[in-house]
């Protein structure tokens, strides 16, 4: 079993559509989690990064932690064509350490 | 203020020939990281530098794959021999001491035929 669990994709959704991105992972000395956006032959972008558990809100952007359940959501609201790509959940044990990442879900926004 | 700079973008070479991927980082990041992405996976770590001390190069195989990060700024990683095996992308990432979130360069695309 993986560290980290990721949704299998890809996704399609229609442009307006609530998507919400999820994954699962095993190890609770997992502290701090991210979000990454990549885009086509480009490296990844940070989009969201939360410590706790609840949730943290970036304008369409919302991510979700459960450390109880080992569990972290990224949730985005009025998606956008431009919202098309590959988003990859990452999780770290600590400052400076290695990010351990999902295995990334392609989204596809269709206009 | 400029982003992780990588180079090349891209790489052919046929294989057991050498290689060689550049990295300067975000101005001011004590942490250097170098991760392997292959095809429909997450990014994997190879390396990490503190400064210009490797503090984790567990998953690096070092038989054929090497860094050096001189005088904690700019690094390099290289393989030699390259094998078929070794066609993805190669991402550097740093991030600024005490901190947990990674900033990511454009990547190397290496292609090993």
């Known amino acids: 079993q993986k560290e980290v669990e990721q949704d299998p994709g890809p996704l399609s959704v229609p442009e307006g559509a609530i998507v919400s991105l999820n994954c699962t992972y095993s190890?609770?000395?997992?502290?701090?989690f991210m979000w990454y956006r990549q885009y086509s032959r480009k490296g990844p972008e940070l989009l969201m990064y939360?410590?706790?558990?609840g949730n943290k809100e970036d304008g369409r952007f919302t991510a979700q932690v459960d450390k109880s359940s080992k569990y972290i959501s990224l949730f985005i609201r009025d998606s956008q064509p431009s919202d098309s790509a590959t988003y990859l959940c990452?999780?770290?044990?600590?400052?400076?350490?290695?990010?351990?990442f999902g295995k990334g879900i392609t989204l596809s926004v269709r206009p | 203020e400029a982003g992780v700079v990588q180079s090349p973008r891209y790489k052919i070479i046929e294989k057991k020939q050498p290689v060689a991927f550049w990295c300067n980082p975000i101005?001011?990041?004590?942490?250097l990281y170098w991760y392997l992405q292959n095809l429909g996976q997450g990014p994997e770590l190879l390396i990490r530098?503190?400064?210009?001390?490797?503090?984790?190069d567990s998953q690096l195989p070092k038989d054929r794959f090497s860094a050096e990060r001189l005088k904690g700024v700019d690094s390099t990683l290289k393989i030699q021999p390259a094998e078929l095996g070794d066609s993805a992308v190669y991402l550097c990432?740093?991030?600024?001491?005490?901190?947990?979130?990674?900033?990511f360069g454009q990547g190397t695309r290496l292609t090993v035929v």
């Open positions: 990452a999780m770290t044990l600590g400052a400076n350490s290695k990010l351990t």
């Open positions: 101005s001011g990041h004590n942490t």
């Open positions: 530098y503190e400064n210009e001390e490797a503090v984790d």
């Open positions: 939360t410590y706790s558990s």
């Open positions: 990432a740093s991030s600024p001491g005490g901190k947990t979130e990674a900033f």
């Open positions: 190890n609770s000395a997992f502290q701090y």
